[in-house]
T-cell receptor
């Protein structure tokens, strides 16, 4: 059974600081996704990581994937208040994305002025 | 990016009634759609995989007779919660797989409250 663990589950940080969210998973996979969820809303796709060593950046967020370590990271640089949300990583096992995703528990991120 | 819609966005119903939720991919065809459920302050849990033209595949512990799924076209999947009870109250979110990007795009969700 695939297990996906995120840490931390809750993070409060100040604007301007850097931090990293970690996502570990238990079964070999090279398909990892990061999503953002705002309160009461659905999920917004942030990154799709499909190979070992993949690194993607969008604004102040950067995601990477190490399939050998079964680890993905989401790095936040110089955080701003607008990044406050819950961030989920999710893993898929089948090639081509033919299966449903297994989600981590989410990291509730609060960025304070 | 790809757009997935859901209808209704929220529904309140009495215990024992059935509720149908629609999930549509608006600008791409989706041979596979997925239904998830999210309880308050929890993560998403996959309920079932909806395949166009064939039977849905349900995850362990999900009652197929209670959660009826129909995927009649390449852009529409429906989830019917039959004989709903208060414990079925949840946030139901569908996603559709876009083959060109290998990404699942999520609908806006349907909040169900069963009284």
């Amino acid at each position: 059974e695939l297990k996906v663990e995120q840490n931390p589950l809750f993070l409060s940080m100040q604007e301007g600081k850097n931090y990293t969210i970690y996502c570990n998973y238990s079964t070999t996979s090279d398909r990892l996704y990061w999503y953002r969820q705002d309160p009461g809303k659905s999920l917004e796709s942030l990154f799709v990581l499909l190979s070992n060593g993949a690194v993607k950046q969008e604004g102040r967020l950067m995601a990477s994937l190490d399939t050998k370590a079964r680890l993905s990271t989401l790095h936040i640089t110089a955080a701003v208040h607008d990044l406050s949300a819950t961030y989920f990583c999710a893993v898929g096992l089948k090639l081509g994305g033919a299966d449903g995703l297994t989600f981590g528990k989410g990291t509730h991120l609060i960025i304070q002025p | 990016g790809a757009v997935v819609s859901q209808h209704p966005s929220w529904v309140i119903c009495k215990s024992g009634t059935s509720v149908k939720i629609e999930c549509r991919s608006l600008d791409f065809q989706a041979t596979t759609m997925f239904w998830y459920r999210q309880f308050p302050k929890q993560s998403l849990m996959l309920m079932a995989t909806s395949n166009e033209g064939s039977k849905a595949t349900y995850e362990q512990g999900v009652e197929k007779d209670k959660f009826l799924i129909n995927h009649a076209s390449l852009t529409l999947s429906t989830l019917t919660v039959t004989s709903a009870h208060p414990e079925d109250s949840s946030f139901y979110i569908c996603s559709a797989r876009d083959l060109s990007t290998e990404t699942q795009y999520f609908g806006p969700g349907t909040r169900l409250l069963v009284l």
